[in-house]
Every structure is written in C-alpha cells, then in structure tokens.
C-alpha cells in the first residue's frame, strides 16, 4: 500500500483516540490526563517520526513549496511534542485539561493540512510507485510485514 494511505489511515485511528479523549477528559483525574496525554504523545510521536523519516526526507527539497511546507510541517511536529511536555508539567488539573483538548484541536487542524497539500504534494512529485516502496518500509517498521 502506499505511504500516503497508509499515513491517512493513521490519521483515522488517532482521530478515534481524539474523541474517547475529548468525551472522557472532563472527567478524568489529573494523573488520568496525564496518561491520557502519554498515549497520545507517544501515537503522535511514531506518527511525526514515520512522516518526518519516510514522507518529508524523500521530497526534493529544490522547490521552494516543497521547502517551505516541509519547515512548517516540521516545525509543526516540534511545536506538538512540546506542547505535550508542558501537559506533563502542569500542576493544574483544569489547565492541564485546556491544554490537552487545545493540543487535540491543533493536531486535527494539522492532519487537516497535510490530508489537503502535503499528501497532494507527495503523490505528485514521488508517484505511485515510490510510494509504494516508502509504504512497505513503513509497514516493515510498525511490524506489519516480514520483508
């Protein structure tokens, strides 16, 4: 399967992560957001790296769009890993709450733009064929193949 359905479909799967959160949050304890969050970071965390790793270092970075959009998914990627450290310093359980519902809405917003030009991008400028390689070394990395 290609990279960039495969990266959808992971989209999808978190997206379901984000909504038992968004139900569940307002009643959780301090340390259950807090292992809520780790969850989360750590789904999110393989995510970035499997996109930063596979995705974003086999576009050429010659084309000014390709560059651009590159930095600021990737400097994305950097915002939300720190924002999940500032969840887990939180002392507050009504901050720590705001926090982690406010880093779930960024994150859609963020899926949102690389479903929309991203993913378009990559499709056009690596074509099937090397998406297919990139998919099955993505699917080798998370176990789901032998090759």
């Given at each position: 399967?290609?990279?960039?359905?495969?990266?959808?479909?992971?989209?999808?799967?978190?997206?379901?992560?984000?909504?038992?959160?968004?139900k569940?949050?307002?009643?959780w304890?301090?340390?259950?957001?807090?292992?809520?969050?780790?969850?989360?970071?750590?789904?999110?965390?393989?995510?970035?790296?499997?996109?930063?790793?596979?995705l974003?270092?086999?576009?050429?970075?010659?084309?000014?769009?390709?560059?651009?959009?590159?930095?600021?998914?990737?400097?994305?990627?950097?915002?939300?890993?720190?924002?999940?450290?500032?969840?887990?310093?939180?002392?507050?359980?009504?901050?720590?709450?705001?926090?982690?519902?406010?880093?779930?809405?960024h994150?859609?917003?963020?899926?949102?733009?690389?479903?929309?030009?991203?993913?378009?991008?990559?499709?056009?400028?690596?074509?099937?064929?090397?998406?297919?390689?990139?998919?099955?070394?993505?699917?080798?990395?998370?176990?789901?193949?032998?090759?």
């Amino acid at each position: 399967m290609n990279l960039v359905n495969l990266l959808q479909g992971e989209h999808a799967g978190i997206r379901t992560a984000f909504d038992h959160t968004e139900k569940a949050a307002p009643a959780w304890t301090l340390s259950q957001l807090r292992e809520g969050a780790s969850l989360l970071e750590s789904l999110l965390l393989a995510h970035s790296a499997a996109e930063d790793q596979l995705l974003f270092d086999s576009l050429p970075p010659k084309h000014e769009g390709v560059r651009t959009t590159l930095g600021a998914m990737r400097d994305e990627h950097d915002r939300i890993a720190a924002a999940f450290r500032q969840i887990h310093a939180e002392k507050s359980i009504l901050e720590s709450r705001r926090l982690l519902l406010r880093i779930i809405a960024h994150i859609r917003d963020h899926f949102a733009v690389e479903e929309r030009v991203l993913f378009g991008l990559a499709q056009d400028t690596l074509g099937d064929a090397q998406l297919e390689v990139l998919g099955s070394e993505f699917a080798r990395r998370r176990g789901l193949s032998r090759a």
